[in-house]
């Protein structure tokens, strides 16, 4: 390992992996922290700009994401700044990309461009904390046949909100305006579980007997497959 490391793909980037993360991979089908990174990146959430406008037109969803933590000091209107910025960029290289375009507007499109590029990254991290929640609320919970949409909205609202600090409509909003991304969330949600139980297998423990499924996201899979 020392000559030749060993290199995992968290879902976004290649990292380096040390003994314990082999054995984890080997025993989970990951390590603790590619699955940390899981929960962490930025592929959990939506952050185009057909995204934020069905944000920004939903009074409630707006609500909703003011309720995270930190959201407001990203200003009052950052949704509606970042949707002009990239109507803006998005003019200026059809711009530059027919030859009509001047000095002054070419150094407009770099400020312009790295400005929005900026701004979105800061609401993606937001939105990101708010799925890293999710995990903790995983681990509690006994539903595991269930969908983590069943879960949160229908079966343990109650807990949902204790440990999340956040109410069903929070989470309810923002799922049905496709804020966040189905399929890596699919695939978040069964890492989590195949990396649980193994943990406790390894520790002698089968908290759930007879468990024959996992309910991920939005699906269910059987317990030795995986999501699409």
């Known amino acids: 390992m020392s000559f030749l490391p060993v290199l995992a793909y968290d879902g976004a980037n290649m990292t380096q992996i040390d003994a314990g993360g082999i054995l984890d991979i080997a025993m989970a089908g990951t390590s603790a922290t590619l699955l940390a990174r899981k929960w962490e990146s930025a592929l959990l959430v939506n952050v185009d700009n057909a995204t934020l406008r069905r944000i920004m037109d939903n009074e409630g969803a707006m609500k909703a994401v003011e309720r995270i933590e930190g959201w407001r000091s990203l200003g009052d209107s950052i949704i509606q700044t970042i949707i002009n910025k990239g109507e803006r960029v998005k003019e200026l290289k059809g711009r530059a990309k027919s030859g009509h375009i001047?000095?002054?507007?070419?150094?407009?499109?770099?400020?312009?461009?790295?400005?929005?590029?900026?701004?979105?990254?800061?609401?993606?991290?937001?939105?990101?904390?708010?799925?890293?929640?999710?995990?903790?609320?995983?681990?509690l919970t006994d539903f595991r046949e269930n969908t983590?949409?069943?879960?949160?909205?229908?079966?343990?609202?109650?807990?949902?909100?204790?440990?999340?600090?956040?109410?069903?409509?929070?989470?309810?909003?923002?799922?049905r305006l496709k804020v966040f991304s189905t399929e890596h969330?699919?695939?978040?949600?069964?890492?989590?579980?195949?990396?649980?139980?193994?943990?406790?297998?390894y520790s002698g423990i089968d908290s759930h007997p007879g468990l024959t499924r996992h309910g991920l996201y939005d699906t269910v899979v059987e317990r030795g497959g995986c999501p699409d």
Not at 152 to 175: M, Q, R
Not at 185 to 201: G, T
């Open 185 to 201: 969330m699919n695939q978040a949600v069964f890492a989590f579980r195949r990396y649980e139980d193994a943990s406790l297998s």
């Open 148 to 175: 983590l949409q069943d879960v949160i909205t229908k079966l343990e609202p109650d807990l949902f909100l204790s440990v999340t600090g956040l109410a069903v409509a929070d989470f309810h909003l923002p799922v």
């Open 102 to 139: 001047t000095d002054r507007e070419k150094k407009e499109l770099s400020a312009e461009e790295k400005e929005f590029k900026s701004k979105r990254r800061m609401v993606q991290e937001k939105l990101v904390k708010f799925a890293t929640r999710i995990p903790a609320f995983m681990y």
